[in-house]
């Protein structure tokens, strides 16, 4: 089964709008990460947040943890055209090596 | 930079041929991975390997199969392809070493793989 679930499944917003991701996992994780992958493309990493961190930035984008409730939220703000593409959510278990990935939030930003 | 290359990006096979995907990353990482990614199922991890000469199973195993003989290189091999393995197969990898990259994983661009 999936680790973790990303939601929505897809999202169509327009340019200059913010774009709000949302993670779901099931067991205790060492952290949780963050990837984009454009069509047709490989996956690239965004950004990584610890399982003792709450909030992380990078740039425009801004993820939150909340362990408590085993889910996490990827923040896109000030959208642009460029975004658009699938963002995935993946957690590595604790004491493991091994990441899980969910089925993916796609992201679609109307100029 | 970092690179994570695969040797072909398209492919068309016919059922039955062997199939060699092959993998090679630039990092001197020890973790290499195989995932298939299918629409709607994400990415599904189909080997894994800690070091030179180790393999392990993912959550697809059958019907594949992998090499790893040389640090740097990883590769997927299907013993006889059938049309259910028509897929885009990324390659990856990562360091053990977790302290300054967590788990970061670095993917290949992807092969994609039609089984005629």
């Known amino acids: 089964s999936q680790q973790g679930e990303e939601d929505p499944q897809a999202l169509s917003i327009q340019e200059g709008e913010n774009a709000t991701m949302n993670c779901s996992y099931k067991?205790?994780?060492?952290?949780l990460q963050w990837y984009r992958q454009n069509s047709g493309r490989g996956l690239v990493h965004l950004i990584l947040?610890?399982?003792?961190?709450r909030e992380k930035h990078s740039g425009r984008l801004r993820v939150t943890l909340d362990t408590s409730k085993k889910s996490s939220s990827l923040l896109i703000t000030a959208s642009r055209a460029a975004d658009t593409a699938s963002y995935f959510c993946?957690?590595?278990?604790?004491?493991?090596?091994?990441?899980?990935f969910g089925a993916g939030t796609r992201l679609f930003v109307k100029a | 930079d970092v690179k994570v290359t695969q040797s072909s990006r398209y492919l068309v096979k016919r059922t039955g041929e062997k199939v060699f995907l092959e993998c090679v990353q630039d990092?001197?990482?020890?973790?290499m991975f195989w995932y298939r990614q299918d629409p709607g199922l994400g990415l599904r991890l189909i080997y894994f390997?800690?070091?030179?000469?180790?393999?392990e199973k993912g959550d697809i195993p059958e019907g594949y199969s992998v090499s790893r003989e040389k640090k740097e290189r990883f590769s997927l091999i299907l013993e006889s392809a059938s049309t259910n393995q028509t897929s885009m197969y990324l390659c990856?990898?990562?360091?053990?070493?977790?302290?300054?990259?967590?788990?970061?994983?670095?993917f290949g661009e992807g092969s994609w793989l039609t089984v005629v």
């Open positions: 390997s800690y070091d030179v000469k180790m393999k």
């Open positions: 990092m001197d990482h020890e973790n």
């Open positions: 990856a990898s990562s360091s053990r070493y977790r302290r300054e990259s967590g788990n970061t994983i670095y």
């Open positions: 947040i610890r399982s003792n961190e």
């Open positions: 067991t205790s994780i060492n952290n």
């Open positions: 993946a957690t590595a278990n604790t004491g493991g090596f091994k990441t899980i």
